[in-house]
Structure formats: C-alpha cells, structure tokens
C-alpha cells in the first residue's frame, strides 16, 4: 500500500538539509522512512532505543563521522537538545557543498518538535504530515471499513472488526499511560479519557470549552490545555469558521472533532457496522470522517473553514485557495441527497467557484447547473490532482 506522501517526502529530502516527518503514533512513519532509506545510503535512530540513544551521548562527535548519509532520528522528541547540534552540522555540510538530504526527524507530535525546530532550523527544514491510511491509499478496501475501523494501519488491517477494535483501545490506554505523559504536565489518564470521551459524542460539534470544564470538574484554562495537548498530538483537529465581514452575524466558535474515526467508535464501544449505522453520532462522524480525508489530500497552501450565520446559512466545508477563489463542500450521508436552503443563502453569500455535495454513492452528476454531488474517493482525486 504506496502512501500518497511517499514521492513529496522523496522530493522534500533532495531539497532540503532536514526533513521533519510528523504524525500520531502507529501512523505509518517508521515503515516509510524505512523503505525510503533502502534506496540511500542512510542511518537509522530509534531515541525510543536506550542503545541508539547511547550512541548519541556526544551527538555532535557520532554526527559528524555520518555527514555522507541520510540520518533518520525516530521519536525524535524524546531529544530536544539534538536541534542546535543539527544546526551546526548542517550549516558544515552546507559549506562543504551539500546542500539537501542530510537528517529526515519522525516525531509523534508538532508541539515540542516545532518549537525546537523553529528557534534553531529556520530556513534548513521542511515539515510534512503523515496521516493514518486515508481514501485514496486503502486500494479495494470498501470505504465504510475505512470510517468504521479508521485509518491507522494496525486496525485498519486487522484480520476482523473484534480484533481492530481491541487494537484502537489498546492504543487509547498506551496513548493515555505511557505517550502522553512525555509531552506536558502530569495528567491523570482516567480524566483526559473522560475528556476523550466527551470530544467522541461531540464530534463535530461547536467548541464549547466552558461545557467540557464544567462535565469535567476543571477549570476552562484547563479543559482549554487538554484539547490543545491532544490537537498538538495530531489527534483533534479545530476547523475553524470563515471569518470575512460579509455584514452579518457569523458563528465565531470552531468545530472540533478527533481526526481518526476508528478512535471516536473506541472511545464510543461501537464494535461493527451495524451498531455504528444505528448510534447517534454516526451523522457527525461521516461528516468529520469525509472532512479529515479530503484535507489529508488537499495541498497544503489550501485552507480549510466552516461556514455558519446566526440565520442558519451554512457550509461543511469551505476551501480557501491562495488566490482567494473558494470551494464549497456539503456532505450528506443519503444516497439521494438533498441540499437545504441554508446552503444556498450560503453560497450566495460567498459566491464560491465550485459547490460540490460528497455523498456515499458511486456516480458524479449534477445537482444543479453548478452543483454536483461527487462521491469522496472522485473529489479527494480532484484535490490530489491539483
């Protein structure tokens, strides 16, 4: 299974002196970073290794003698204090006319791999995204065993639906235990479940932070440091809302939801399809679902809006392009959809370029003179083919 990053990651290494490789856990990183160094001269870290990590007790001295290879440095949050020392060498190899290809860094999360980055890589390195499998990497796979189990690479291809269901909760308790106590202040793992928990049966929704304090039992400022943790591990994601004066009343909050759908129906017990078909989340969720898949295939200088006034207009999914022209994106689970008023007043307002309704069908075809309701694999393509 080629993932669709695999020839921009490629690019991005001949180009670049480092490369950062960010995703949640189990995502895949490891596994494409290992087959890209089988066609290079390259050296692989795991800092998870106390032995690699030992071989690293002078960085700067084992670093220097590999300064022909491609060093790829796994967990690479787990050591902070490598960024200077790269800094150095790299500027070195610059000197000595190597320009491109000298570190690829995997990291689990943005937070403390951006800081560290950004303070002492400025202008030497270059940051890619590896979500779990998403639409357009699964081959034949039918797309509901993709939103039923989600994307990452140990459920989705699980031997059967019990078996990926045990592995996404088994990852919830590691994730919970083990990972995200290594990235901020000691949190007590039953309560930022709870909260997990909470974010699974809204998914979707508005933010309403001062609600997720109050069912927790913490203060705002604290409810607020939890789902920023978790947004900062890849695992939620805030879509915010479309923020141009149009002269009327707009909705302000974002919508948030966790960006793996196989993880919302862990945290919410839904064991097969049948019982996701039948629960109360499953319209929130196809939406969310449909949403984190056309991103994981937009480019990166697209950015992604909702779109919601106080008099009901409203829009799923908003693409903004650079050069300002707009998409719209409804998302209907029907197989015959139907669009609402709301859509309308919205595209009126916002006169997007193109309006599209991503159902669960198979046929492309109009709506309207300039609508047409796409399936998700056709639209990701179009996404992917820009």
Same mark, same amino acid.
């Given at each position: 299974?080629? =993932?669709?990053?695999? @020839?921009?990651?490629?690019?991005?290494?001949?180009?670049?002196?480092?490369?950062?490789?960010?995703?949640?856990?189990?995502?895949?990183?490891?596994?494409?970073?290992?087959?890209?160094?089988?066609? =290079?001269?390259?050296?692989?870290?795991?800092?998870?290794?106390?032995?690699?990590?030992?071989?690293?007790?002078?960085?700067?001295?084992?670093?220097?003698?590999?300064?022909?290879?491609?060093?790829?440095?796994?967990?690479?949050?787990?050591?902070? +204090?490598?960024?200077?020392?790269?800094?150095?060498?790299? @500027?070195?190899?610059?000197?000595? /006319?190597?320009?491109?290809?000298?570190?690829?860094?995997?990291?689990?999360?943005?937070?403390?791999?951006?800081?560290?980055?950004?303070?002492?890589?400025?202008?030497?390195?270059?940051?890619?995204?590896?979500?779990?499998?998403?639409?357009?990497?699964?081959?034949?796979?039918?797309?509901?065993?993709?939103?039923?189990? /989600?994307?990452?690479?140990?459920?989705?291809?699980?031997?059967?639906d019990a078996k990926s269901l045990r592995w996404r909760q088994d990852f919830i308790r590691s994730y919970l235990e083990r990972d995200i106590p290594q990235f901020g202040p000691r949190i007590a793992a039953e309560t930022l479940r709870r909260f997990w928990t909470m974010l699974a049966h809204h998914q979707g929704g508005l933010l309403n932070t001062a609600q997720f304090a109050r069912n927790l039992g913490v203060d705002v400022k604290t409810a607020g440091g939890y789902l920023g943790l978790l947004v900062d591990l890849l695992l939620v994601r805030r879509l915010p809302p479309?923020?141009?004066?149009?002269?009327? =009343?707009?909705?302000?909050?974002?919508?948030?939801?966790?960006?793996?759908?196989?993880?919302?129906?862990?945290?919410?017990?839904?064991?097969?399809?049948?019982? *996701?078909?039948?629960?109360?989340? $499953?319209?929130? /969720?196809?939406?969310?679902? $449909?949403?984190?898949?056309? *991103?994981?295939?937009?480019?990166?200088?697209?950015?992604?809006?909702?779109?919601?006034?106080?008099?009901?207009?409203?829009?799923?999914?908003?693409?903004?392009?650079? @050069?300002?022209?707009?998409?719209?994106?409804?998302?209907?689970?029907?197989?015959?959809?139907? *669009?609402?008023? /709301?859509?309308?007043?919205?595209?009126? @307002?916002?006169?997007?370029?193109?309006?599209? $309704?991503?159902?669960?069908?198979?046929?492309?075809?109009?709506?309207?003179?300039?609508?047409?309701?796409?399936?998700?694999?056709?639209?990701?393509?179009?996404?992917? +083919?820009?």
């Amino acid at each position: 299974m080629k =993932r669709s990053l695999t @020839d921009q990651l490629l690019d991005a290494i001949d180009h670049t002196p480092a490369v950062a490789l960010l995703g949640p856990r189990q995502s895949g990183k490891t596994t494409l970073a290992l087959e890209i160094a089988q066609g =290079r001269n390259a050296l692989y870290l795991d800092l998870e290794s106390e032995q690699d990590r030992a071989k690293l007790a002078q960085p700067e001295l084992y670093l220097a003698d590999h300064l022909d290879k491609l060093v790829i440095l796994d967990e690479v949050h787990r050591a902070p +204090g490598l960024f200077p020392v790269l800094r150095g060498l790299i @500027d070195r190899s610059r000197r000595a /006319g190597r320009r491109a290809g000298q570190y690829l860094l995997l990291g689990s999360a943005s937070l403390d791999l951006l800081k560290q980055s950004g303070e002492t890589l400025a202008g030497r390195i270059a940051y890619l995204e590896l979500t779990p499998f998403q639409i357009l990497e699964i081959g034949d796979r039918p797309l509901d065993q993709l939103w039923l189990r /989600g994307g990452f690479p140990e459920s989705l291809l699980a031997p059967d639906d019990a078996k990926s269901l045990r592995w996404r909760q088994d990852f919830i308790r590691s994730y919970l235990e083990r990972d995200i106590p290594q990235f901020g202040p000691r949190i007590a793992a039953e309560t930022l479940r709870r909260f997990w928990t909470m974010l699974a049966h809204h998914q979707g929704g508005l933010l309403n932070t001062a609600q997720f304090a109050r069912n927790l039992g913490v203060d705002v400022k604290t409810a607020g440091g939890y789902l920023g943790l978790l947004v900062d591990l890849l695992l939620v994601r805030r879509l915010p809302p479309w923020h141009a004066n149009l002269g009327k =009343r707009l909705v302000k909050s974002p919508k948030v939801f966790i960006r793996d759908s196989g993880l919302v129906h862990a945290l919410l017990n839904i064991p097969d399809k049948e019982s *996701l078909l039948a629960h109360p989340v $499953v319209g929130a /969720g196809w939406e969310s679902f $449909v949403v984190e898949n056309l *991103l994981a295939n937009a480019d990166t200088t697209i950015q992604a809006y909702f779109y919601r006034s106080s008099a009901g207009a409203e829009i799923d999914l908003l693409l903004a392009w650079p @050069d300002k022209r707009l998409w719209a994106v409804e998302i209907k689970r029907s197989l015959t959809p139907r *669009l609402e008023r /709301g859509f309308h007043v919205a595209c009126a @307002d916002l006169k997007p370029e193109r309006r599209y $309704v991503v159902y669960p069908g198979s046929e492309r075809y109009r709506l309207a003179e300039d609508i047409e309701a796409i399936p998700l694999p056709m639209l990701a393509e179009v996404l992917r +083919g820009r």
